[in-house]
T-cell receptor, first 115, second 114 residues
Framework: AQKVTQAQTEISVVEKEDVTLDCVYETRDTTYYLFWYKQPPSGELVFLIRRNSFDEQNEISGRYSWNFQKSTSSFNFTITASQVVDSAVYFCALSEQGRDDKIIFGKGTRLHILP | KAGVTQTPRYLIKTRGQQVTLSCSPISGHRSVSWYQQTPGQGLQFLFEYFSETQRNKGNFPGRFSGRQFSNSRSEMNVSTLELGDSALYLC?????????????FGSGTRLTVV
């Protein structure tokens, strides 16, 4: 069965610090997709990134970067030079190819960026 | 283009009543998925509809049902409401089934059962 674990329930950092959100997943499939979503206080989840299981290249988008390591089944998310607007709940998610065709979300990490 | 629209935004219902929530996906998206979000359980998958057919269903009782219309708009219904049904109900649309290309979420309907 597929599973996503975000061990960090809540993190607080001071603005401009770097912060990494951890995500560990479990799946028996060789083809799968990993995602990160952001849920700001307004409540609407926002799609940040998708990675497929065959693409282990790290990705950088502005202050955001993602580190995908199949060897450790991890897909970690780093925010560099954090800003108050980054305060939100961040969800890691997994979708397997075929069979169980849905996205499973982790429990989320609540990130507080302190001014 | 317009995003995913969920109505109503807020609802207060009494135990035993039923409720219908509506979701209009992004134009061109034929897949609509529903999730229940609670502080304790997080985001839990309810069901997915694609081209008016239910493709997948989560582990929820039969009181939770849904449908999709020919214009891809979807409704979910919860009958015989219980206090534990209080939650944020999120609708997500996507081009492909299973949200593999990434979901676009609506703002949600916050249901309070009293």
């Amino acid at each position: 069965a597929q599973k996503v674990t975000q061990a960090q329930t809540e993190i607080s950092v001071v603005e401009k610090e770097d912060v990494t959100l951890d995500c560990v997943y479990e799946t028996r499939d060789t083809t799968y997709y990993l995602f990160w979503y952001k849920q700001p206080p307004s409540g609407e989840l926002v799609f940040l990134i998708r990675r497929n299981s065959f693409d282990e290249q790290n990705e950088i988008s502005g202050r955001y970067s993602w580190n995908f390591q199949k060897s450790t089944s991890s897909f970690n998310f780093t925010i560099t030079a954090s800003q108050v607007v980054d305060s939100a709940v961040y969800f890691c998610a997994l979708s397997e190819q075929g069979r169980d065709d849905k996205i499973i979300f982790g429990k989320g990490t609540r990130l507080h960026i302190l001014p | 283009k317009a995003g995913v629209t969920q109505t109503p935004r807020y609802l207060i219902k009494t135990r035993g009543q039923q409720v219908t929530l509506s979701c209009s996906p992004i134009s061109g998206h034929r897949s609509v998925s529903w999730y229940q979000q609670t502080p304790g359980q997080g985001l839990q998958f309810l069901f997915e509809y694609f081209s008016e057919t239910q493709r997948n269903k989560g582990n929820f009782p039969g009181r939770f049902s849904g449908r999709q219309f020919s214009n891809s708009r979807s409704e979910m219904n919860v009958s015989t409401l219980e206090l534990g049904d209080s939650a944020l109900y999120l609708c997500a649309s996507s081009l492909r089934t299973g949200g593999k290309d990434g979901y676009t979420f609506g703002s949600g309907t916050r249901l309070t059962v009293v």
